[in-house]
């Protein structure tokens, strides 16, 4: 996976300063990177029968379809309020400072279905615990979480004890 690390462009004080951002769109433009991305992200589930794959708003939307294909599964978007056109299920959960929510349609997941979650980062792990409790809430049995990047520094997988996680690559 290092030579996906090389693909990826780092962006010092963005969105401000003192952050150093790893912009994935030099990944996504790299044919061979992308591919090897999806399968790898994939690969780890592959037998486990996968019902539906959810992404999360934004990033993981551009992930979780590619992955939701190579594993013959459904692909279920997980939105920020409001976004949805039909019934939703929504989850609030705890920001550094202040609260954000997620929206997921009811009837996106039924009762045992096995889902695995995508996105592009797992940083402190907030918003893929809030999945999960959505996930849950309908009934879907959560296999595992997969991520292109872990910031392992901000510790994210302790706020998801239990669940199968993997991870690209590791900042």
Known sequence: MNHLKSLIREVPDFPKPGILFYDIT???????????L??????GYVGKGIDKVIGI???????????????????????KPKKLP???ERVEYQLEYGTDALEIHRDAIQAGEHVLIVDD???????????TKLAEKLGGRVV????????????GREKLPGYDIQAMLHY
Do not use: C, H, M
């Open 144 to 155: 595992g979480l997969g991520f292109v990047i872990e910031l392992d520094f901000l510790k």
């Open 86 to 88: 039909a019934a939703t």
């Open 121 to 131: 980062v797992l940083a402190t792990g907030g918003t893929a615990a809030a999945v």
């Open 57 to 79: 708003e934004a990033r993981g939307f551009i992930f979780a379809p590619a992955v939701a294909y190579a594993l013959n599964a459904g692909f279920v978007p997980v939105r």
């Open 26 to 36: 030099t990944l996504l433009k790299d044919a061979q990177g992308l591919r090897s």
């Open 38 to 43: 999806i399968d790898e992200l994939g690969a």
